[in-house]
């Protein structure tokens, strides 16, 4: 069964550093790869997604993933994080045209001034 | 465009009560999707229809838990009775037709049972 991990429950940084939210998959067929974010009280909203082609995916308000097939990983980077970033960020997983979205346990982004 | 709609946001109810969320998929989806977020168990998914047709329920916890769609525009996820292990947040999400899985959330009923 599809599986996704995500390392990391909690991650706090300043305002304006880089950051990276880890992503790992369980799967040896083909995938689509989402990242979404939650803000408090809102439901989710799609940042990117990973579907074929070019492995470095940019999605919405400067984040973007890289999809690592050997590794099974699409890790999510920012290079200058702001405070209305504060949120929850799911990572989750298709098997190919699958109705199933898998999520992981979401990590939470906290970024202090 | 208008989103996914659910209402209520909120519902506060007793034990025992019945609770009636309900959904509007964005308009021209075929799929429709209600999942369940909790600290415990995070975001699981409940039951899937496709063209107004229930294709997977197997998420649905037990018998009290039914959900309906009579219509494109509109879906309804019924708890009855409700209990207190019921308390959390429920999501309604849309998909077009479409190859890839990008699925579309609502903002989410928060759900109390006291």
């Known amino acids: 069964a599809q599986s996704v991990t995500q390392l990391d429950s909690q991650v706090p940084v300043f305002e304006e550093a880089p950051v990276e939210l880890r992503c790992n998959y369980s799967s040896s067929v083909s995938v689509y790869l989402f990242w979404y974010v939650q803000y408090p009280n809102q439901g989710l909203q799609l940042l990117l997604k990973y579907l074929s082609g070019s492995t470095l995916v940019k999605g919405i308000n400067g984040f973007e993933a890289e999809f690592n097939k050997s590794q099974t990983s699409f890790h999510l980077r920012k290079p200058s994080v702001h405070i209305s970033d504060t949120a929850e960020y799911f990572c989750a997983v298709s098997r190919g045209s699958s109705y199933k979205l898998i999520f992981g346990s979401g990590t939470r982004l906290l970024v202090r001034p | 465009d208008a989103g996914v709609i659910q209402s209520p946001r909120h519902e506060v109810t007793e034990m025992g009560q019945e609770v009636t969320l309900r959904c509007k998929p964005i308009s021209g989806h075929n799929s429709l999707f209600w999942y369940r977020q909790t600290m415990m168990r995070g975001l699981e998914l409940l039951i899937y229809?496709?063209?107004?047709?229930?294709?997977?329920d197997s998420g649905m916890p037990e018998d009290r838990f039914s959900a309906k769609m009579p219509n494109a525009s509109f879906s309804t996820l019924k708890i009855q009775p409700s209990e207190p292990r019921d308390s959390a947040v429920y999501f309604c999400?849309?998909?077009?037709?479409?190859?890839?899985?990008?699925?579309?959330f609502g903002p989410g009923t928060r759900l109390t049972v006291l």
């Open positions: 999400a849309s998909r077009p037709k479409r190859a890839d899985n990008e699925q579309f």
């Open positions: 229809f496709n063209n107004n047709v229930p294709i997977d």
